[in-house]
Structure formats: C-alpha cells, structure tokens
C-alpha cells in the first residue's frame, strides 16, 4: 500500500466517523453530546475533505471510478458499515478510533512528507476536543463488546508488525510504526489494549481489517448523492 | 450564590460558566454556561457549544468556584 492509499483510508474513516457522529446529533443522552456530536461530525467531514485534498499533492490518487458504484471501493473500516445503534458505540468509536486516527495524523505530522505536515497540523490541536469528550464518556464506564470491537479494528487499522505502515515508518514518511502507534493510543487513553490474537492472513489491506463487509446502501447512496436525487421532481 | 443542582445522565455534574474574548484588548466575558461531569467533558462542551464564532481565548470556570460578594438585589459589601 502507498501512502497515498493510507491517506485515503484516513480520509474514508473521518468522513464516515463524521456521518456516524452526525446520526446522534439528536440522539445522544443530553443536549450537550448533542450539540458535541453535531460539531465533531462536522469536524471530521472538515478533515476527510482536506485528506482527501492531499491525494493528489501526494501524486498518487489512488481513487478509481468505481467508487461512484461499488460501495465495497470504500476503505473504511467495518465499525462504521452500519448505522450505531447504541451511545457505547459512539463512545467506543470516539476514544478508540476517533483518537487512533488522530495519532496517525501525528505520525503523519511528524514524518517527512511535506504536504503532510504541514495541511494536517490544524486537525491535531481540534482533534483534542473529540478526545476529551471521548475519554470522559469512557471513564463514565460503557458495555465492554464494541470497546473491544473499537480496539480490535484500531489495532488491525495501525496494520501487522512487518506491513506497509512498518515501511512507511521505515522511510521517514510516518514518524511512528504499528507497535508505537498502539502504544501512543494506550498511552493516550491511560489503559492497555485488551489482549487479542489477529489473524493477519485474513487482514485486507485495502480496507485495513480481517471483517468482512461494505457500508450500508442508505449511507452509500448519501455519499454519491443519490439520497437527495429521489427527491428530484420527475424528469429532473 | 446558590448553585443549582443537577442529576441527569452522569450521577454528579457541575455547572462551569464559559467565558472568552475575540481581541486581545478585549477582556473575557463570560458568554455562556455547560453542565457536564467533570473539567474534560466540560471543555469539550464549551468548545462544541461556543465555538461558532471566531474567539482567541475561551476559558471555563466551575460556577460553585466563583465566590459572589453581591448578587442582584442585595446590600454592596
């Protein structure tokens, strides 16, 4: 995988995180989380298009044209394929993930590639935010299943030992390989990984995980627009 | 001052007034208030809440940390 391919997995993650932060705007147990879930969603559509915004400096878009039509083109993780239907689910997400992604773009920040350092700087100090909310929740105390499905798909995210984040890592690009990522995210949420075995021979690079699965077509249809078509006038 | 009591998601929560400033001539304000069960959470709140316009400082307090010395209707000193 290019970095330009992980950049693109950063950016489908943000925008979907986004959408799924979005989805309880009107949701969450008080005004509050409401109004944070709003902005957060906001916040990662906001970085999903300036990662996106880096394909091309990057000179390797690796974007094809059946994004516009396949839904499993999408190279976000499979935490986000359904709608969440639960607050632990959001809060698994927003500790976990939302934080794992942000210590990528440290990573990113701190290697040497240029475009990168210098477009993703901003994400890093309102990524803080998201962190605080999510830290918190998460001390409220929330069911253990997606908490540990959060950090088994952040873990497999980060990649295997002797993968392409490893190489990345290797050539200066990342400031940090999978075993230092996986520590800055324990180290940053003040707890240890569960403990898990990955089957690494079943990890798809593309979408960075052993699950099977595509985003759910309601949302897929959002992404392409197609959801405000079906309210076109006839003939429109 | 009185300070209102709340018990609604989280067991315990406080109040923190919001404050910030847009120049830096300017001094705070205090432009808004959170509820939220402890500084992290609170600040997350504040940010999400007030932050649509463009502040150079935002800062919060715990309500029950201000001490009053005179509330309206009441004796100065």
Redesign the interface.
Known sequence: MTLATLVLSLADNKQMLGLRYAEWATRA??L??D??A???GLDDLGHSRVLYGCLQPLGDDPRRQERETDPGSYLALPYFDEPWSAWAQFVAANAVLDTAFSVMIQACVDGNVEVLRTRLRKMISEER??F??G???L??GIDQEPLLEAWRQAIEWFGPPDGDVAELHGRGALSMGPAQLTARLQERLETAAPSMEVDWSAWDPMRRSSRAGVIDERTFGMLRGLEEKRFYPAGA | MTHRQFS???ADVREYEVFARKLRIEPLRQIGS?????D??A???A???Y?EERWIEMAIVPTDAMTTLWAPGEDVG
């Open positions: 147990p008080s509050e989380a109004i944070a709003a902005a957060m935010y998201h605080l909310h830290r918190s929740w001390k409220a | 609604r998601v989280h959170v509820v939220a069960p402890d992290d959470l600040a997350a709140y940010r999400a809440t932050d």
